[in-house]
């Protein structure tokens, strides 16, 4: 593929996929119109948020393993068109239960096309400029999501709710059409059958996962949680003796694939509980309007989203293993600001906190994700990215839970403090690249 090619594909691959972070964010500023407009409450107009959130996690490890099985620009391609379809569909819904169900067709286009792309990456892209194609997504998806609610209510108060759906459609055509033509068709690898039974158990064990992260009752808690532990043991179960596995335990063999898993699923804990825990802390103890604290959260996102970029080129000089141990060293610094906070009410002082820990959410991204895709085979880049997503998620779910019960207790930043600092102990488990010979990798059964 000529360098022009290249750039093409990775400007289009990028266009289909922060379009996932967009409409995971414009969403939240649309939840009153939306709710207006069909005369439904607030309660029940945020499941057009939760279902996105348990569609996308439940779905993302099975549609990597079915690029591996089918080819990842053939799901990546399809994951588009649902995406263009459900955008549609949700500005035709004409009542609440129709916009749900197809905001869900919206979030399997966006699982599909997510893991995808980066096993594209992984194939299309030479080894030494991984971490910096990387870098630059990072710096897209960060972007995305933290333009998606400024994009939102711009085109709300211009043209109503429907449009955060209708701007998706010019951006997904060109998608698509320089996919069609850019991407060469890659053969049909399938050797094996999609695990049914096990995907079946993973979806309902993370759906059961995601509602436990939201308020119920207490019989509501017990239900939820008898019946993940329940779907979670057959998952495992099932993988542990199926012929076609969803998920290979065996690639957690290798200390690299485990290590980066691990350390984004820690990286986006810290993350997402300063996004979810800040804007109350801004609110009650300086006092800041809404307005306001959404200005101040944006300093956080354009720093990680920044970070993001700056981490992919550090990272093709420096290494995955000295990369993601300095995001975790940072990540120690700025949990050590966020809990001083509560002794000041400097403005400055709270950008330089926010700042530090916007590079600590965006710096290692890049390398954490390299180091995963470089540990397993090229046939298994689907599986693996799916994988790693799924990780990401892990992360957000378990912190949303956490913030939830610890929310304005100087504890919480005690927490994120020990998670960072854990992360650079398990930063020790990915290999220099040196150590990391083809012939130890694992490859694909």
């Given at each position: 593929?000529?360098?022009?090619k290249?750039?093409?594909?990775?400007?289009s691959?990028?266009?289909?996929t922060?379009?996932?972070?967009?409409?995971?964010?414009?969403i939240?500023?649309?939840?009153?119109?939306?709710?207006?407009?069909?005369?439904?409450?607030?309660?029940?107009?945020?499941?057009?948020?939760?279902?996105?959130?348990?569609?996308?996690?439940?779905?993302?490890?099975?549609?990597?393993?079915?690029?591996?099985?089918?080819?990842?620009?053939r799901?990546?391609?399809?994951?588009?068109?649902?995406?263009?379809?459900?955008?549609?569909?949700?500005?035709?819904?004409?009542?609440l239960?129709?916009?749900?169900?197809?905001?869900?067709?919206?979030?399997?286009?966006?699982?599909?096309?997510?893991?995808?792309?980066?096993?594209?990456?992984?194939h299309?892209?030479?080894k030494?400029?991984?971490?910096k194609?990387?870098g630059?997504?990072?710096?897209?998806?960060?972007?995305?999501?933290?333009?998606?609610?400024?994009?939102?209510?711009?085109l709300?108060?211009?043209?109503?709710?429907?449009?955060i759906?209708?701007?998706?459609?010019?951006?997904l055509i060109?998608?698509?059409?320089?996919?069609?033509?850019?991407?060469?068709?890659?053969?049909?690898?399938?050797k094996?059958?999609?695990d049914?039974?096990?995907?079946?158990?993973?979806?309902?064990?993370?759906a059961?996962?995601?509602l436990?992260?939201h308020?119920?009752?207490?019989?509501?808690?017990?239900v939820?949680?008898?019946?993940?532990?329940?779907?979670?043991?057959?998952?495992?179960?099932?993988?542990?003796?199926?012929?076609?596995?969803?998920?290979?335990?065996?690639?957690?063999?290798?200390?690299t694939f485990?290590?980066?898993?691990?350390?984004?699923?820690?990286?986006?804990?810290?993350?997402?509980?300063?996004?979810?825990a800040?804007?109350?802390?801004?609110?009650s103890h300086?006092?800041?309007?809404?307005?306001?604290?959404g200005?101040?959260?944006?300093?956080?996102?354009?720093?990680?989203?920044?970070?993001?970029?700056?981490?992919?080129?550090?990272?093709?000089?420096?290494?995955?293993?000295?990369?993601?141990?300095?995001?975790?060293?940072?990540?120690?610094?700025?949990?050590a600001?966020?809990?001083?906070?509560?002794?000041?009410?400097?403005?400055?002082?709270?950008?330089f906190?926010?700042?530090?820990?916007g590079?600590?959410?965006?710096?290692?991204?890049?390398?954490?994700?390299?180091a995963?895709?470089?540990?397993?085979?090229?046939?298994?880049?689907g599986t693996a990215?799916?994988?790693?997503?799924t990780?990401?998620?892990?992360?957000?779910?378990?912190?949303?839970?956490?913030?939830?019960?610890?929310?304005?207790?100087a504890?919480?930043?005690?927490?994120?403090?020990?998670?960072?600092?854990?992360g650079?102990?398990?930063s020790?488990?990915?290999?220099?690249?040196?150590?990391s010979?083809?012939?130890?990798?694992l490859?694909?059964?």
């Amino acid at each position: 593929m000529t360098k022009g090619k290249e750039l093409l594909l990775i400007v289009s691959l990028l266009v289909g996929t922060i379009m996932v972070p967009i409409n995971s964010t414009m969403i939240a500023v649309g939840l009153s119109a939306i709710s207006a407009f069909f005369h439904e409450s607030l309660t029940s107009i945020s499941w057009v948020v939760t279902i996105y959130l348990i569609v996308m996690a439940v779905t993302q490890p099975i549609a990597g393993k079915l690029g591996d099985l089918y080819g990842n620009r053939r799901i990546y391609m399809w994951g588009l068109a649902l995406l263009f379809f459900g955008s549609i569909a949700c500005a035709f819904s004409f009542n609440l239960p129709w916009l749900i169900a197809f905001r869900s067709i919206q979030a399997i286009g966006g699982a599909l096309a997510t893991p995808n792309a980066s096993a594209i990456i992984r194939h299309a892209v030479s080894k030494e400029r991984m971490a910096k194609v990387f870098g630059l997504f990072g710096m897209g998806m960060g972007l995305g999501a933290a333009i998606g609610p400024l994009l939102g209510s711009t085109l709300i108060s211009l043209w109503g709710w429907k449009s955060i759906f209708w701007v998706n459609v010019p951006f997904l055509i060109f998608a698509i059409a320089t996919t069609w033509f850019v991407l060469p068709k890659s053969e049909v690898r399938k050797k094996a059958e999609l695990d049914w039974p096990g995907s079946l158990y993973l979806a309902v064990s993370f759906a059961m996962l995601i509602l436990l992260t939201h308020p119920q009752t207490v019989p509501g808690y017990i239900v939820l949680g008898v019946l993940f532990a329940i779907f979670a043991a057959l998952f495992v179960y099932r993988e542990l003796h199926a012929p076609y596995p969803l998920i290979q335990f065996s690639l957690f063999k290798d200390s690299t694939f485990t290590s980066a898993n691990l350390s984004i699923l820690l990286s986006n804990f810290v993350m997402y509980a300063t996004l979810l825990a800040m804007p109350l802390i801004l609110e009650s103890h300086y006092h800041l309007s809404t307005q306001k604290v959404g200005l101040v959260m944006f300093v956080f996102s354009i720093s990680m989203s920044a970070a993001g970029w700056i981490g992919g080129q550090l990272t093709a000089r420096w290494g995955n293993r000295k990369m993601i141990a300095l995001t975790f060293a940072i990540s120690v610094f700025a949990s050590a600001l966020y809990w001083f906070l509560h002794l000041s009410t400097s403005i400055p002082y709270l950008l330089f906190a926010l700042i530090a820990g916007g590079l600590a959410g965006g710096l290692g991204n890049s390398a954490m994700q390299t180091a995963s895709l470089q540990s397993v085979s090229k046939e298994l880049s689907g599986t693996a990215s799916g994988i790693f997503s799924t990780f990401r998620y892990f992360g957000s779910m378990i912190s949303s839970t956490l913030v939830s019960l610890l929310v304005g207790q100087a504890s919480l930043f005690v927490i994120l403090l020990a998670v960072s600092a854990a992360g650079i102990f398990i930063s020790r488990g990915i290999k220099l690249e040196w150590e990391s010979k083809p012939a130890t990798r694992l490859e694909a059964k």
